[in-house]
């Protein structure tokens, strides 16, 4: 099995029971050892008081993206640090990409750079993370 393949099981494996972010309705774009891309709809019952997207959302969905990309490479890893940006509003409607870039990567951490963007391109949100790797493998068999 290659490192991509891998990566697909594992986050196949990870958003079968992550009842999270199916309810927030992440699609899962593209799956990589150490990066993903992945695309939600902005609802309604997403908006908070001011009637714009909640900030809420797109540090979740920069979140499980930092998840997945980070377990791709087939070790489980959880977030120690996280942190985001917001730079512009969000709308009900508004379909959302966030796309990860591994920026650093050893035997115990790795750091992660999540830029989320509004359908035309635009960022709306940089997000950065920091995993513990465990000595845990998802699979027995690795790439």
């Known amino acids: 099995m290659n490192k991509d393949e891998l990566a697909s099981r594992v986050v196949a494996r990870m958003y079968d029971a992550d009842?999270?972010?199916?309810?927030?309705?992440?699609?899962?774009?593209?799956?990589?050892?150490?990066?993903?891309?992945?695309?939600?709809?902005?609802?309604?019952?997403?908006?908070?008081?001011?009637?714009?997207?909640?900030?809420?959302?797109?540090?979740?969905?920069?979140?499980?993206?930092?998840?997945?990309?980070?377990?791709?490479?087939?070790?489980?890893?959880v977030s120690v640090e996280t942190s985001i940006s917001h730079t512009e509003q969000l709308n009900e409607g508004d379909v959302i990409l966030a796309k990860v870039n591994e920026l650093s990567l050893s035997n115990k951490i790795g750091v992660y750079q999540i830029v989320v963007e509004k359908q035309d391109g635009t960022a709306v949100a940089f997000f950065k993370g920091t995993v513990y790797r465990t000595g845990k493998e998802w699979f027995e068999e690795k790439a």
């Open 19 to 77: 009842w999270f972010s199916q309810w927030l309705g992440i699609e899962r774009v593209e799956t990589h050892a150490g990066a993903c891309v992945l695309r939600m709809t902005i609802r309604k019952e997403m908006l908070n008081g001011f009637g714009i997207a909640h900030g809420g959302i797109t540090y979740s969905l920069a979140d499980s993206a930092l998840a997945f990309a980070s377990n791709g490479h087939g070790r489980m890893a």
